[in-house]
């Protein structure tokens, strides 16, 4: 099945840092990726749709300049919490989306997920 | 707005035995896609099975199930023969033609031996 990996899989950093966080599509190519955010025993909340050669789109209330994404190839989405706080702390999923079969299916591929803790 | 609600918050089951997942949504649209995604504690998304909702046939995979009701927005998730492993938290998403995820707060199912 397609595989999404993260890196990396836990991050430690002092308040005010940035951090970067990979996404990778490791045997399809990904016109779209996204990026979820998941607090404690809680659901997932989409944070952005991230484009290809284009902009992301942000869901409403997350800001788009501290959370900077960059999909530069159909293979690679980046995710950037820049001056990063304690309330950022949480775990980090993307996905990519592929869509297979003939009459075209699209399904969602989950990472592994990221934990971010914020010092 | 497009909700998806599940109203379980933990389920148990014995062993062997089957358990019944509930899910149910909110839209005005007539053509979406329901998924059923598994979370271990490893916290890796699995794809369990997807429904499309232009098919009245319920999907199965192996020992999952759904019972899918598209008048009554009910997207239920059944699962036979209940192994150890199956224990993990489940989630309800729904995906409109935007291609963007809904998911329910999920329900953790815990399976006893």
């Known amino acids: 099945g397609a595989v999404v990996s993260q890196h990396p899989s836990r991050v430690i950093c002092k308040s005010g840092t940035s951090v970067k966080i990979e996404c990778r599509s490791l045997?399809?190519?990904?016109?779209?990726m996204f990026w979820y955010r998941q607090f404690p025993k809680k659901s997932l909340m989409l944070m952005a749709t991230?484009?290809?050669?284009?902009?992301?789109?942000?869901e409403q209330g997350v800001e788009k300049d501290k959370f900077l994404i960059n999909h530069a190839s159909l293979t690679l989405s980046t995710l950037t919490v820049t001056s990063a706080h304690p309330e950022d702390s949480s775990f980090y999923i993307c996905?990519?989306?592929?869509?297979?079969?003939?009459?075209?299916?699209?399904?969602?591929?989950f990472g592994p997920g990221t934990r971010l803790l914020v010092l | 707005a497009q909700t998806v609600t599940q109203s379980q918050p933990e389920m148990s089951v014995q062993e062997a035995e089957t358990v019944t997942l509930s899910c149910t949504y909110d839209?005005?649209?007539?053509?979406?896609?329901l998924f059923w995604y598994k979370q271990p504690p490893s916290r890796q998304m699995i794809l369990v099975i997807r429904q499309e909702a232009y098919k009245q046939q319920n999907a199965t995979e192996n020992r999952f199930s759904v019972n899918f009701q598209k008048a009554a927005k009910s997207f239920s998730l059944k699962i036979s023969d209940s192994q150890l492993g199956d224990a993990a938290m489940y989630f309800c998403a729904y995906r409109p033609g935007t291609y963007k995820y809904i998911f329910g707060t999920g329900t953790r199912l815990k399976v006893l031996a």
């Open positions: 045997d399809f190519q990904a016109t779209t």
């Open positions: 996905s990519a989306r592929m869509t297979s079969g003939g009459e075209g299916v699209e399904t969602q591929y």
């Open positions: 991230s484009n290809e050669g284009s902009k992301a789109t942000y």
């Open positions: 839209t005005s649209e007539s053509d979406y896609y």
